[in-house]
């Protein structure tokens, strides 16, 4: 599946960005989603998951952020609110198939990722 991130930008502390993850080549419906991202000299981290309706965050975007995704459209959202300076980084959006829930939050479980797009919160 080919994955194409985008919604990034520049915005003030405390202001909001709604990024997008179109795929093309598969159908999402049954794959997990993850986001990840990574801030200038700092490895790659986990975001947040969607499997289904379920969803996970990591704690330090956990009430601030939501995943949602629209079968339909073959895309998934990841809505950032309350952004923070550092939320700053590349965020990438990565699809898997067949991942057991116990490595949701890992990045060796996806197989196919975007190209990610650039997200900088200033103070």
């Known amino acids: 599946v080919q994955l194409q991130a985008s919604g990034g930008g520049l915005v003030q502390a405390g202001g909001s960005l709604r990024l997008s993850c179109a795929a093309s080549g598969r159908t999402l419906s049954n794959h997990v989603m993850g986001w990840f991202r990574q801030a200038p000299g700092k490895e790659r981290e986990f975001v947040a998951a969607i499997r289904w309706g379920a969803t996970w965050y990591a704690d330090s975007v956990k009430g601030r952020f939501t995943f949602s995704r629209d079968n ?3 895309t998934v959202y990841l809505q950032m609110n309350s952004l923070k300076p550092e939320d700053t980084a590349v965020y990438y959006c990565a699809a898997g ?3 057991i829930l116990t490595t949701i939050r ?6 196919s990722w975007g190209q990610g797009t650039l997200v900088t919160v200033s103070s």
Do not use: E
Request: proline share 0%; aromatic share 8%.
């Open 97 to 99: 198939d067949g991942i």
């Open 106 to 111: 890992q990045i060796r479980a996806y197989d």
């Open 72 to 74: 339909a459209q073959n």
